[in-house]
């Protein structure tokens, strides 16, 4: 496959952030409650130092390996035939990780806003969304994210100032919440948060490897704030055992705005926002899984496959739904996404020892 | 690609666009839509209870002509599908979103309301900021006795009417989340706000009105079917009702309910005090908790102690005596004077709610909590059962900043 994608860091860094966001807007506060209790605002900062450690060993080994992607990396271990395993791999991991946020988002979507119309409709919305997204391409989609989700955090940063009025200290107490063992359990699960490392090492190529390092960092700092605040905030206006039964977090916080006469039910905002960021992390995930099934197959064209891929995605959509199988928030389902650290890490330990990079780079001259 | 098929392309674009994503096939206008304002829940017999609803008028509001609310009462068994039924009565599907007040008879709320209200929870489009109202007269009298006159709006009459109550006793406690929060935890316990109706309040375009129908009815029947009693009578905010989970269990005068809000409030409140250098007069002052108040709680030997230290800013509104309490010694005076109001006031709520009631509608708890590390060792307390052994050490300092 032809590959001119180019796009700065700052592009990439949006992209990546909003592959958290959508965690926030769908559940993420309402999870940390529920393993954290009190004290869920220490599970966002547990994560964010792993995943900071995680990108400092990581970055170290990329030396030997230069500005090389996962599916690169895996030719350069095992030869065409590893490169198509670890790419159907990764094709089957974004495919499931996009039919759910896909089924997740439409059900939002239609419980906060489109009440009157069917989960399908909703779900058809994003996916052509989805599908034109694919058409433009990777760079269309990160050059969007890179003005859009800058609103969308500034959107959403607004709604939670707008309820600190409402902030109570003392729902942070029982300091340690449920306890160091469930902080430490909800931590590990939960680390799943930053599978989107995965699509970090597939976007090496489009800015370069001078750029990773600021892009990873930029990333972990940005999310990990986020997260952090949006947990803390949430703990801060609904006690645990409130919070708890809280289903889509950032919309309940938004009802409780309430200045004078003049601000009020402003959860439409988080419609907005819900929105926005649902079709630019559709439309970011569904490509990353056109171009990673055309490169590991060397596919020339890409197109053809857009709208049979798109259908196998709504399709799973659709049939995750009628299985009422919460996979959002399933322990062992947010386990297997940890394969889009564990994946990258195992690759690129296996390629710094075999120097892929420097192989790679030498051939190419 | 082809002009031709680009053109047929966009004009697709559009025509989907303009079908499917407007919503106006299933738009609804604001005539089509019953806005509930008010909930009115009363027992009617032993199973069933009347459900009263009251909902805006808006071609009335519009215009200003006619009845600005409209009120249906009904029976019902359940109190879900009750509300369901209540689509039928009105002639169209209710919303809730314009919902201001939930009020229930005070039979219901000592039987408990939480079943009724997790009914209503899941509804996304109601405020988490309805208020609770129990009434002593009951939810339909409650209803029927607001006659929005100062205002078109029945919903902002009742956003003004708990505004005009944020000096005296108001607090944002009795509000529907919070209610849910307290009834359903073992802790910190729920209010609501307490009416009945009130003798002293009368309305003299009421009467007029009343007397006119009763000589309208005197020339058609030769005697009189209404005595107009009723609708002289105005209902009024009494206090504040205390409950034990979800079930009332007493109720706060006035007085107490004034010094509830102080305590939990951070907002002015309109206190008045016998003048102590006159006694035929009142002293009216802005009384307002400041910041550097705290209560601390303790546990010794599994009771638990309460700390409270409460700062009190007053300043002084209005004095009907000649008084100057500018003057250093008088100041000191009805210093000493707020004090002892507040200490004699405090210490009567408290031995109400904690021997009495035994229910922490103050939110101890919340304090309590912070001398444990986990949930399950806090848990292990049952606050509940301690609750009602709690150790007071009260301590109030009253500083008069200035005379209005």
């Known amino acids: 496959m032809d590959n001119k994608i180019e796009f700065g860091s700052w592009e990439a860094t949006a992209l990546l952030v909003n592959f958290v966001f959508a965690h926030i807007m769908l559940i993420f506060p309402k999870e940390m409650v529920q393993f954290g209790g009190s004290a869920c605002w220490i599970i966002p900062i547990i994560i964010t130092l792993i995943a900071t450690v995680y990108f400092a060993i990581i970055l170290k080994l990329y030396k030997n390996i230069g500005s090389l992607d996962l599916l690169d990396i895996s030719a350069g271990i095992g030869g065409r035939v590893f490169k198509v395993i670890v790419g159907l791999l990764i094709t089957i991991f974004l495919i499931f990780a996009a039919s759910i946020f896909l089924g997740a988002f439409s059900q939002t979507l239609k419980i906060i806003s489109l009440d009157k119309s069917t989960l399908e409709y909703v779900e058809i919305i994003f996916f052509v969304g989805m599908t034109m997204a694919a058409y433009y391409g990777i760079e269309a989609i990160a050059r969007i994210s890179a003005f859009l989700v800058p609103i969308i955090v500034a959107l959403f940063i607004l709604i939670t100032i707008g309820v600190i009025p409402e902030f109570k200290i003392n729902n942070l107490f029982p300091i340690l919440g449920r306890g160091m063992l469930s902080i430490s359990k909800g931590s590990l699960i939960k680390l799943s948060t930053f599978a989107s490392f995965l699509i970090l090492f597939l976007m090496v190529p489009f800015f370069k490897k001078q750029h990773l390092k600021k892009v990873g960092f930029s990333y972990i700092f940005i999310s990990g704030l986020l997260l952090l605040w949006s947990t803390l905030s949430f703990i801060l206006l609904f006690p645990y055992e409130m919070a708890i039964d809280k289903k889509i977090p950032i919309f309940q916080m938004a009802r409780h705005i309430n200045f004078g006469n003049y601000i009020q039910r402003i959860e439409s905002i988080s419609v907005l926002i819900s929105s926005i960021c649902a079709f630019v992390f559709l439309g970011a995930m569904f490509d990353f899984t056109i171009y990673v099934f055309a490169k590991s197959l060397d596919l020339k064209h890409s197109k053809p496959i857009i709208l049979p891929m798109a259908i196998i995605i709504l399709s799973l959509a659709v049939l995750s739904k009628r299985m009422k199988y919460d996979f959002l928030g399933n322990s062992m389902i947010n386990i297997t996404w940890l394969l889009g650290m564990v994946l990258p890490l195992i690759l690129i330990i296996i390629g710094a020892i075999k120097k892929v990079g420097i192989k790679g780079e030498g051939g190419k001259k | ?404």
């Open chain 2, 1 to 404: 690609m082809n002009k031709n098929i680009r053109i047929l392309c966009l004009l697709l674009i559009t025509i989907i666009t303009t079908v499917s994503l407007t919503g106006c096939y299933d738009s609804n206008d604001i005539e089509d839509l019953a806005y509930v304002i008010a909930i009115g829940i009363d027992k009617a017999d032993k199973k069933n209870f009347t459900l009263t609803f009251q909902t805006a008028v808006p071609k009335s509001i519009a215009g200003g002509e006619g009845e600005s609310v409209d009120i249906k009462t009904y029976k019902t068994d359940n109190f879900l599908s009750g509300l369901k039924k209540a689509s039928e009565y009105v002639d169209r599907k209710i919303n809730l979103s314009h919902a201001k007040v939930l009020v229930v008879s005070e039979e219901i709320a000592k039987e408990g309301i939480t079943a009724f209200l997790n009914g209503l929870q899941n509804n996304l489009e109601l405020r988490p900021y309805v208020n609770i109202i129990v009434c002593k007269d009951g939810a339909q009298k409650f209803i029927e006795s607001i006659q929005p006159k100062l205002s078109s709006s029945p919903a902002k009459y009742y956003e003004l009417l708990f505004k005009s109550y944020e000096t005296d006793f108001y607090v944002r406690d009795s509000e529907l989340e919070d209610y849910l929060y307290r009834a359903k935890n073992k802790s910190v316990q729920p209010v609501a706000i307490y009416t009945a109706m009130d003798k002293a309040i009368s309305d003299e375009s009421d009467k007029k009105k009343s007397k006119e129908e009763n000589q309208e009815d005197k020339e058609s029947d030769g005697e009189s079917k209404k005595t107009g009693e009723d609708k002289e009578k105005t209902m009024a905010i009494k206090g504040l009702a205390v409950f034990n989970m979800d079930k009332m269990v007493g109720k706060l005068n006035q007085d107490e309910s004034m010094i509830y809000a102080l305590m939990t409030s951070s907002k002015n409140k309109q206190i008045e005090i016998v003048d102590p250098l006159d006694k035929r007069f009142t002293v009216l002052s802005n009384v307002k908790k400041a910041n550097s108040s705290s209560t601390v709680v303790t546990f010794k030997d599994g009771k638990p102690q309460i700390n409270i230290n409460l700062k009190l800013n007053i300043d002084v509104e209005a004095v009907q005596s000649d008084n100057d309490y500018n003057d250093q010694e008088k100041a000191a005076k009805l210093e000493a004077a707020y004090e002892q109001y507040f200490n004699k006031g405090i210490t009567d709520l408290l031995k109400k709610i904690t021997k009495e009631y035994k229910s922490d509608i103050l939110g101890f708890s919340q304090q309590a909590k912070r001398n444990f590390k986990t949930i399950d060792e806090w848990e292990k307390v049952k606050w509940q059962k301690v609750f009602p052994e709690s150790e007071y050490n009260l301590s109030i300092d009253v500083v008069i900043r200035r005379q209005g």
